[in-house]
């Protein structure tokens, strides 16, 4: 079995196309992971106040989700790798901007807010179109293969990120992060370039986009309860437990443990950890039974390890809490986007990518504003707490739904 998967763990890479894509995406997460650190050190150092993390965050999702159903539209009309490497390109100069600020001196909290509003413009496009190019590239039996190489290397960047953020921050100031992530956009833009892709129906037609796309993604959606159950709950659930990890984590680590963020980037790396371990046991898994369960069991270890974060523990507890957590969450991930080439046209991929993704964000914003909220007049931990239980609950009472129980 080990041989096997050591064999097959370089098929996907192996293809041109896939490892140029591949390779700029990782480069660009890790670049990614380098900001999210130092722009949370940052506002921490700056304001110390949860309400205005939870805003800079809100102006990166309101775009997202204004534009998330066109980008998931355009994605099935236009040649992905390219609307990829638009949106790589237009993040470089937004960040490039950025560090231009930091270096300056000039830096202020409405800049953040304005790159981060660009991030979601782009992040609007580049996800579903990114999303469906994988299938697009690669043949059903490489495919599973190739999705567990995606994981390792996103969650690799973003064990990785932090520690690599921290020390430029330490050494050399924001600046110098902020600069490293605009740097890592324009390599992932220039690896997408020689990439083929070709959209799947009425290429160039673009004048036509409209009701009838967002139609035909909701029908297909609406006839599996397993998609419209599941896309409904994480639309909710990234309320309870999405929204503390964002907003309340760093003030968390900040006072409990570690002022310079170095608890707050170990967390986020015992996370990501979490994430590869997973990653690499499903890449010698041929296939996942029991598909529904797994998903809703790995979402309850989800809740499980959010609530464990807000309980008074020292910080290697929370450091496992966070590895149950990305190891959960890449479970979910794994098993869903395989769930979706399998079970959607690929010629109507595009939209429901975009619709999943629109979906499960949607609330987020009540999220981040809620946790904000609750992090500034009650406590982080209260948070945190209240956050998993919820997500517990619900995530349960949805599986009673035969559509998802005997989901195989």
Same mark, same amino acid.
Not at 5 to 28: E, V
Not at 67 to 88: E, K, N, Q, S, T
Not at 293 to 310: D, R
Not at 322 to 329: D, H, I, Q, R
């Given at each position: 079995?080990?041989s096997?998967?050591c ?6 890479? =192996?293809?041109?196309?896939? *490892?140029?894509l ?6 660009s ?14 506002? +921490? %150092?700056?304001?110390?106040s949860? %309400?205005?993390i ?8 309101? /775009? ?11 994605a099935d009309? #236009? ?9 790589d390109a ?13 270096f300056?001196n000039h830096?202020?909290i409405w800049a ?6 660009l ?11 990114y =999303?469906a190019?994988? /299938? ?16 390792? $290397?996103e ?8 520690m690599?953020?921290?020390v430029l ?6 600046? #110098? ?5 605009? #740097?890592?956009?324009?390599?992932a *833009?220039?690896?997408?370039? /020689? ?11 673009l ?5 009838r796309e967002?139609t035909? &993604?909701? +029908?297909?959606?609406?006839?599996r ?8 709950l ?7 437990f999405? $929204?503390p990890?964002? +907003?309340?984590l760093?003030?968390?680590a ?12 170990l ?6 950890c ?9 890449e ?14 790995s979402?309850?270890?989800? &809740? ?6 807000g309980? /008074? ?5 929370l450091v496992? $809490? #966070? ?10 991930n794994?098993?869903w ?5 399998e ?5 109507k ?7 999943d993704h629109l ?9 981040i504003?809620l ?10 931990s ?5 956050? &998993? ?5 619900l995530?349960l +009472? ?6 998802? =129980?005997?989901f195989d």
């Amino acid at each position: 079995m080990h041989s096997q998967a050591c064999i097959h763990l370089p098929r996907a890479l =192996r293809d041109r196309q896939f *490892a140029l894509l591949w390779t700029g995406q990782t480069i660009s997460r890790l670049g990614d992971n380098i900001f999210i650190i130092a722009v949370n050190v940052w506002l +921490v %150092e700056k304001t110390g106040s949860a %309400e205005v993390i939870a805003v800079t965050l809100l102006s990166s999702l309101v /775009p997202t989700l204004i534009f998330g159903i066109l980008g998931g539209a355009i994605a099935d009309r #236009m040649p992905r790798a390219r609307i990829v490497a638009a949106a790589d390109a237009f993040c470089a100069g937004a960040v490039g901007a950025i560090s231009a600020l930091a270096f300056t001196n000039h830096l202020e909290i409405w800049a953040i807010s304005a790159c981060n509003l660009l991030f979601g413009f782009a992040e609007a496009f580049h996800q579903p179109a990114y =999303r469906a190019l994988i /299938p697009e590239l690669l043949s059903a039996d490489v495919r599973n293969s190739a999705s567990s190489i995606t994981v390792v $290397g996103e969650r690799i960047t973003a064990m990785i990120g932090p520690m690599i953020g921290t020390v430029l921050i330490t050494k050399f100031g924001h600046s #110098m992060a902020f600069a490293v992530n605009g #740097m890592s956009y324009l390599v992932a *833009a220039a690896c997408m370039l /020689p990439i083929r892709s070709t959209s799947h129906s009425n290429k160039g037609q673009l004048r036509t986009l409209g009701r009838r796309e967002v139609t035909e &993604g909701l +029908v297909t959606i609406g006839s599996r309860p397993l998609l419209w159950i599941t896309i409904s709950l994480f639309a909710v659930i990234n309320v309870t437990f999405f $929204g503390p990890i964002l +907003v309340a984590l760093p003030l968390l680590a900040h006072a409990r443990f570690d002022p310079s963020g170095g608890a707050l980037g170990l967390l986020y790396s015992a996370s990501a950890c979490g994430s590869i371990v997973v990653a690499f046991a499903f890449e010698r898994i041929r296939k996942v039974r029991r598909r529904g369960p797994v998903i809703y069991f790995s979402a309850v270890l989800i &809740g499980l390890a959010v609530t464990t974060i807000g309980l /008074p523990l020292a910080l290697v507890c929370l450091v496992v $809490g #966070m590895f149950v957590l990305g190891a959960g969450s890449s479970t979910c991930n794994l098993v869903w986007f395989n769930t979706i080439c399998e079970i959607v046209p690929p010629e109507k991929l595009g939209r429901v990518m975009s619709l999943d993704h629109l979906g499960s964000r949607i609330l987020l914003p009540v999220g981040i504003l809620l946790s904000g909220v609750l992090t500034d007049h009650l406590s982080a931990s209260v948070t945190f707490v209240l956050g &998993g239980s919820v997500t517990v609950v619900l995530v349960l +009472v949805c599986l009673t739904h035969p559509g998802v =129980r005997n989901f195989d």
